[in-house]
C-alpha cells in the first residue's frame, strides 16, 4: 500500500506564513506528479499547485506569486511554501501523488487533508 501524510496545517494571521508537507511512504517503484488541493466550506475541491517528475510546476492564478511548491525525491515528500496569507486560502489542504506502485500498478493517492485558518 500507499500512504500519504500531510503536516503542517494551522491557524494564521493574514500575511503570515505557512509550509504544508506532504510524506509518501510505502511500495512505491516511482512518483510522478505530485499536487496540493484545497476545499473551503460550501466550496468544491480545487488546485492550488502541482508539480512533475522533473520539477515542472503550475499554480492556480489565486495563489501564483504568493505559493512555491517543491519537492525531495528522495525522501518522497513534497512542500507547499505558502506566503502573504490571505482569508480565502483558507481551507482542508489535501495532498495527491499519482504513483507507480512496485507490482506496477499505477493510481493517484491522496492524503487525509490539514486544515490551513487564515485570519483576517
Known amino acids: 500500500q500507499v500512504q500519504l501524510v500531510e503536516s503542517g496545517g494551522g491557524l494564521v494571521q493574514a500575511g503570515g506564513s505557512l509550509r504544508l508537507s506532504c510524506a509518501v511512504s510505502?511500495?512505491?517503484?516511482?512518483?510522478?506528479?505530485m499536487g496540493w488541493y484545497r476545499q473551503a466550506p460550501g466550496k468544491q475541491r480545487e488546485l492550488v499547485a502541482a508539480?512533475?517528475?522533473?520539477?515542472?510546476?503550475n499554480f492556480a492564478d489565486s495563489v501564483k506569486g504568493r505559493f512555491t511548491i517543491s519537492r525531495n525525491n528522495t525522501k518522497n515528500t513534497m512542500y507547499l511554501q505558502m506566503n502573504s496569507l490571505k482569508a480565502e486560502d483558507t481551507g482542508v489542504y489535501y495532498c495527491?501523488?499519482?504513483?507507480?506502485?512496485?507490482?506496477?500498478?499505477?493510481?493517484?493517492?491522496w492524503g487525509q487533508g490539514t486544515q490551513v485558518t487564515v485570519s483576517s
Open positions: 510505502g511500495s512505491i517503484f516511482s512518483i510522478h506528479s
Open positions: 495527491y501523488a499519482d504513483v507507480t506502485k512496485t507490482d506496477w500498478r499505477r493510481k493517484d493517492y
Open positions: 508539480i512533475t517528475s522533473a520539477g515542472s510546476t
